[in-house]
Every structure is written in C-alpha cells, then in structure tokens.
C-alpha cells in the first residue's frame, strides 16, 4: 500500500510531505484547489510521461517520491527479473527538469519508464473520471469475466502460448515471402552455377592457359631455338659441354703444382653437369611440345570461354570464378535449407494450434460457466446503487479462430431501464450511470485481486442522495481488503471514509499554491457541512454532517 508521498516543485505544490493510512480514505476541497494535482504526481510514479510545464520553478527539478509497503506482495521475482535490490518497503522516485528530461528510479536503481509502469501496475489502479471510457474495450471487459471466473492462470497460460505462435507465424510469413523473392532469383542462380560446374574450371587455369598459348603461338620460333640451343651446348662439333670437359682435363694436368686450379675444377664440374642437364631437358620438352593447330586452336577456344565468363561475372582471375561458383551452391543450397526449415516450422505451428485449441475451447467453457453468477452479482450491486431496474448482460460467443484472449468473443450489454434492451456498454450514455456501473464492476475485480491499493477520482460522479450513501458504503467495503482512496464531492462518501485529506487553494499577491492536510473531527464536521450547504454553513448543515460522521 501506499505509506507516503513527497512532493517537490510540481504545479501549484512548493513542498509536500503527506501519510497515507490503510483503509478508506477521502480527498476533498474546492474545485481547482489541486486535488488533481495530488492525482497526477501519483501517476506520474506509476510510470506516466512527463509533463516539462509542470515544474513551478523552472529553475529546480521536481521531485516525487513515493514509499510503499509491499511485504504482502509477491514481487520479489519482478525485482530478480529486472536486476533491483528488494525491500518490504519499496521507494519510487521520479525526477524531473526542465531540459525535457526525466529519470525514474526504483530503490535508488534506474530503471525506464517501461519497467516503472510494470511495477506501477502491480501497486496501484486508478480510476479517473474519463476511466468510464474503458468498459467498451476488449481488455476491461476480459479482465473483469477472468477476475470473477479466476482464469488468470489458464488465460496466461493461452496468452504466452498464442504469443508464440502469432511470432511463429509471421516468421514463417517472412520466410516464404523470402522464398518467393529467392524462386525468381534462384533459377538463375542455379543456371550460373550449371554454366561454371560445366566449365570444368582449374585453379589458375586461366594463367597457365596463357603462359602455353604464348609458347604455342611462337612454335617454330621456339622449337628453331630449342635446336639452335641444344647443338651449341652438347650435340656440335665442338660444342660447349666438350670445351669446358677439355678445360676440366688441363685444369687436372696442372693441379699438382697449381693449386688454385684445384678450386676452378669443382666449379666447372658443376657446369660440365647442369649444361648437360639443360641440353637434355630442352630436347624434351621440344619432344612433348603439342605445336599443333588444333592443339592452339583448343587453347584459344578455352581462353575465350574463360574470358566471356570472367568479362560476365566482374572477376579477373578463374580463383575468382570458382569462389563465385562455391558461393552460389551455398546460396542454392541456402534456399533448400530454408524451405526445408519452413517444413520444420510449420510442424510445430501446427502442433501449437492444437495445444491453444485445447486452452481456448478450456477458456471458453469455463468462462462460460461463471457468466450467470457474474450477471447476478452485477445487478446486485447495481440495485444497491440505485438501479432496480437495470439489467446486465454478458454475452460470450464462440468462434473458430484464435485472437489475443482465446477462441470467444465478448461484449458487455447494460440497460439502465425497464423494457430497454441491453445494449453494448459503449452506447450508453448517462455519466451517473456509467460511474456506477463502473465501481460495481471494479469492485468484483478488487475482490478477485489482490491491488494493494485503489483510487478514485469522480467515481461518484452525476449521483446523489441515497444513491451516493449506496456508493460510499460499496467503497467502505472495498476498504477492508484494500487501501481505497476517493477523490469527491458528495459529503455521504467524505463522511463515510476513517482518514480525510483536504485540500486547499492558498492565494497571496503573487502566488497561487495548493495545501494538503488531515482534518480533525470538527474540521471534518464543518468541511461535510459546507459541503451540504450552498454559501453559508446553516446549523442543519452542521447537524446532518455530524449525523453522516456517527454513522461511518
């Protein structure tokens, strides 16, 4: 529950130091007095956005923070899951300056605003006077069957399921759209790949190709030479192997007395070696030499092949074209792995429609079977507030499909009337009616779930008389399992609450600012007493507030 609230520098509120007690509490004042102000710090701790203007002093940052108990609680895993130290008394801090900025803290942990309204959520509801609004929506509505038929569980349960399989289906949705756009693309892939797997392509086929057709082009030249060559180094008369085998001979006659000789000979040796060797590799290799024209003709027709396909395919190198070639297998393959993976989706897509058919057609059924009750329960509250004749109707209809609640859909009738059909809540048009409506409802949520605290603001709004002492013993109720907090007008609630709060607007030559204080038991009477009077405080005024006072 809320413990206490600070308030620094926020609209017409200087400083603010302000207790809250368990129980039925009540606000009251003056219209424009700031009661709204009260209400807009609270939300601005549960997470709302900022309002930069709000800041009095432009100059200072506001400050709100709020203490609360939470021993009773089960939010130690929400703290866990969002890194945070706990504490039974947990404190909330909003800061706000005037460089559009603001920080949000929890235990003197920074946390965004998305984790402050998870929490906010868990500690406090509120219902502002434009809250009616809600009861046509799908959430409200669903809340308010699932509090009463205590399906929270097994609606999580559908809940996180469907959640999984909607993000299932849109991935599967995008791969086979990605399917699609690779199937135009593909077929050409496969049949680039096709025309290099034909090629037969070889590492630096390109290069060596080159290198021979350069040779072949020169052939008679080449083989002329190889001849030329040959004949000058071992097969002439004389020849260079035979000169250089006499200079080895004479080197040997005169080693014996010159020894330097000696140190020329291993060298010549080695000649006398490799030139044989040359002489003998060069006939060779005019032997294996192909200086046919077909065989030139072949090698011009592959380097022209290997060209167009480089020319075509940007690269400059045939190691470029087998790396082109490895990359679109993988990218052919890519496209059968995906569609494979779709298969393997689609099975598990399959098997948790089965599952969230099971949990839906559970949801509905029990759903279902609550709707009487419920019914019954909210045209009892509602005749306790002054609606005999009304009639409540909850209409749940099956339906083949799963949407985010489960396999229904619901809407809520009312009629305030006798021999007026029930019609979907959002058509109905009274205030008076719908903020009755309303608190019979919120009421059967509160008594579902543990909301440590409640807060009302124009709950009673466009109701009055016995009406209105119908309301605020409904709300006196509430307040025995909950902290309820009403901000009002009508002196049958002000009177019926333990604790109340007024508020007040003080106005000096230059300033406007709103004071906040717990009345004592005759400032109680003289405030409910105003509240029943017009201008002046009559003494039957005074009588009835301390007969309303005696009876809460």
Known sequence: MLQHLDIQNYLLIDSLSLNFNSGFTTITGETGSGKSILLGAIQLLLGDRADYNALLDKSKKCVIEGTFDIKNLDLKNFFIDNDLDYDDILIIRREIYSNTRSRAFINDTPVNLNILKNLGEQLINIHSQFDTLLLGTQKFQYTL??????????????????????????????????????????????????????????????????????????????????????????????????????????????????PKANEYLSTLENIEIEIKEIAISLSEQAESLDFSADELQRIENRLDLLQKLMFKHHVSTTDELLNLQDNLKDEINSFDDLAENIAIKEADLSNMASELNKLGKKLFNVRQSHIPLLEDKVKNLLSRLGMQESDFVVQLDFINDFTNYGMDKLLLKFSANKGIAPEPIEKVASGGELSRLMLALKSIIAAQNYLPTLIFDEIDMGVSGNIAAQMAELLSEMSMHHQVIVITHLPQIAAKAKYHIFVEKKTDKSTTRSGFRYLSNEERIMSIASMLSSDTILDTAIDTAKQLLNQS
């Open 145 to 258: 069957l699932d509090s009463f038929a205590k399906t929270h569980d097994l609606f999580n349960t559908y809940n996180k399921l469907f959640s999984s399989y909607t993000s299932l289906k849109r991935e599967i949705e995008l791969d086979k759209e990605t399917i699609r756009q690779l199937m135009l693309e593909n077929d050409y892939k496969h049949f680039q790949w096709e025309e290099l797997k034909n090629a037969d392509i070889r590492e630096n086929e390109y290069e060596e190709l080159s290198q021979k057709f350069e040779l072949l082009s020169h052939g008679e030249q080449t083989l002329q030479t190889i001849k030329e060559v040959t004949a000058l180094l071992y097969e002439n008369e004389p020849n260079i192997y035979n000169n250089i085998s006499q200079i080895i001979q004479k080197l040997r006659n005169i080693g014996s007395y010159l």
